[in-house]
C-alpha cells in the first residue's frame, strides 16, 4: 500500500511517497503556482512523479494527504489560502473527483506537521506540547492530554495570529501586530529591512536580497546591527512563546521551519527568556528545542492523514 504526503508551501509544493512507518521512499519539489489552474496542474504532476519514481500506479495509491498553509474544515473545504487568494475552495471534493481509488485528507501544514513530530520527531512522547514553524507566517500545532488538537468544525489553532505590539505594517490577515509579522522568516527579514533603513550603525548587511540565515550568520560574527536585530526578534520569539506556555503548560516547544537551524545557538535564550515570562516558572520548565523531521515533517505528516 502506498500512502502519498503533499506539503504546500507559500515558495514550493512538495510531494512523497511514505511507508506506513515514516519511511520517505520518493519525493519531489516544484515551486507553488501563482493560480488555481496551475496550482492543481502543480497536485497532479507531483502525484504522478512521485508514483512514477517509485515505480507503481496511481491506482495502487491508497491515501492522499494534504498539508496546506490556510483553514481547513473536517469535509477539505480550505478558507483563507492567502497565497493564491483564494477565500474558500472545495480541495478535498476535487482531489477526490481526480483520485476515485484513493482516501483523500486535507489538513493546515502546521497540524500536518505537529502530527509528524509527535509521532516520530522532537514531541514524540510528550502528553502537552506545542510546534511552531517559522516560514512565510508562523504555523502553529498544539498536542494537547496527547493529542493533537482541532475546533469542533476542525479548524487548527493560529498561535501566529495573536498580537504582540503595535507593527510598522499589517499582517496578510488585515490585523497589526501578529506574532507572525516579528518572528516568522518573512518577519524577521522586513523587521532587519526597517532596522537598516533606520539607523546608521556599520554593518556588513544590506537591505536587498536579506535573508534571515545571512542576519544569523552576520549576528554569530558579532555585526552590531545584526545583534540589535535578532535581540529585538529574541524577545519577541520570547514573548510569543511565554504567552503560549502560560495559556497551555506544555512540557516542550518545538521550533521547525526555513531557517531553525540557524536558531540552534539561540534556542537557550530564548528558552531562558521564554520560561521567564511564564507564571509557572517555579513549578515548572517548558524545553524549547528544534524541530527534528525540519523540511520533511509536512509530507510525512500529509501522508500520516490516511495512515
Known amino acids: 500500500m502506498y500512502y502519498i504526503g503533499i506539503d504546500i508551501g507559500g515558495t514550493n509544493i512538495k510531494a512523497a511517497m511514505v511507508a506506513r512507518d515514516g519511511t ?19 497536485l497532479q504532476h507531483c502525484i504522478y512523479r512521485v508514483t512514477q519514481k517509485s515505480g507503481t500506479t496511481t491506482g495502487k495509491i491508497v491515501g492522499i494527504g494534504v498539508g496546506i498553509p490556510g483553514n481547513v474544515d473536517k469535509d477539505g473545504m480550505v478558507y483563507n489560502f492567502v497565497n493564491l487568494g483564494i477565500e474558500r475552495e472545495a480541495l478535498g471534493e476535487k482531489l477526490s473527483k481526480l483520485y476515485t481509488g484513493a482516501k483523500v485528507r486535507i489538513a493546515n501544514d502546521a497540524y500536518v506537521a505537529g502530527l509528524a513530530e509527535h509521532e516520530f520527531g522532537a514531541l514524540k512522547d510528550c502528553r502537552n506540547a506545542i510546534l511552531l514553524t517559522l516560514g512565510t507566517g508562523i504555523g502553529s500545532s498544539l498536542v494537547l492530554n496527547g493529542s493533537l488538537y482541532t475546533s469542533t468544525q476542525g479548524f487548527t489553532p493560529e498561535c501566529g495570529h495573536m498580537s504582540i505590539r503595535k507593527n510598522d505594517f499589517d499582517c496578510n490577515c ?8 516579528f518572528c516568522s522568516a518573512t518577519g524577521f527579514t522586513k523587521q532587519a529591512i526597517l532596522f537598516l533603513e533606520k539607523n546608521t550603525l556599520n554593518t556588513s548587511l544590506r537591505p536587498s536580497g536579506l535573508s ?8 554569530a560574527q558579532g555585526d552590531a546591527a545584526a545583534v540589535r536585530i535578532t535581540d529585538r526578534f529574541v524577545e519577541d520569539l520570547s514573548i510569543g512563546i511565554g504567552n503560549l506556555i502560560n495559556m497551555f503548560l506544555p512540557d516542550k516547544v518545538a521550533i521547525g ?9 539561540l534556542l537557550e535564550k530564548i528558552e531562558e527568556k521564554s520560561n521567564a515570562k511564564a ?6 520548565k517548558t524545553s524549547v528545542v528544534r524541530a527534528e523531521l525540519l523540511n520533511d515533517a509536512g509530507v510525512v505528516g500529509a501522508a500520516m492523514l490516511n495512515l
Open 279 to 284: 507564571l509557572n516558572k517555579f513549578k515548572q
Open 174 to 181: 488585515g490585523n497589526n501586530g501578529c506574532f507572525e509579522t
Open 212 to 219: 534571515p540565515i545571512q542576519i544569523l550568520e552576520a549576528y
Open 257 to 265: 521551519g526555513g531557517f531553525s537551524k540557524g536558531l540552534s545557538p
Open 24 to 42: 520517505i521512499l520518493e519525493k519531489y519539489t516544484i515551486k507553488t503556482p501563482k493560480n488555481l489552474i496551475a496550482f492543481y496542474e502543480g
